[in-house]
């Protein structure tokens, strides 16, 4: 079982950064692949980055490529999701995923487990 606590969201300008954090419990950290989701009210839950346990292999919607950026620390267990020039498009509730895999993955259904959430609203 792991569990996943997301925090760093906040109220900022457009143009601003933010960088999200997500902590995860267990042993084997290096073992799952991460993943960030963002949730905008009235939407669907949508693939945002993720991030193979060696910390290379990446992936990233095309709405943030290039100014989002995922990383881990995993001697600490800890996921990243750096975010610059913030749009107020980029506003939603952000999520941390985790699955234990080698294998990069976008869809919702196919991550076991998630974190609780962090706000984060961009305003114009």
């Known amino acids: 079982q792991v569990q996943l606590v997301e925090s760093g969201g906040g109220l900022v300008q457009a143009g601003d950064s933010l960088r999200l954090s997500c902590a995860a419990s267990g042993r084997t950290f290096s073992s799952y692949v991460m993943a960030w989701f963002r949730q905008a009210p009235g939407k669907e839950r949508d693939f945002v980055a993720s991030?193979?346990?060696?910390?290379?292999?990446?992936a990233y919607a095309d709405s943030v490529k290039g100014r989002f950026t995922v990383s881990r620390d995993n001697a600490k267990n800890l996921v990243y999701l750096q975010m610059n020039a913030l749009k107020p498009e980029d506003t939603a509730v952000y999520y941390c995923?985790?699955?234990?895999?080698?294998?990069?993955?976008?869809?919702?259904?196919?991550?076991?487990?998630w974190g609780q959430g962090t706000q984060v609203t961009v305003s114009s």
């Open positions: 995923a985790a699955r234990r895999s080698s294998i990069l993955n976008r869809a919702t259904t196919w991550y076991d487990y």
């Open positions: 991030i193979l346990g060696n910390n290379i292999s990446t």
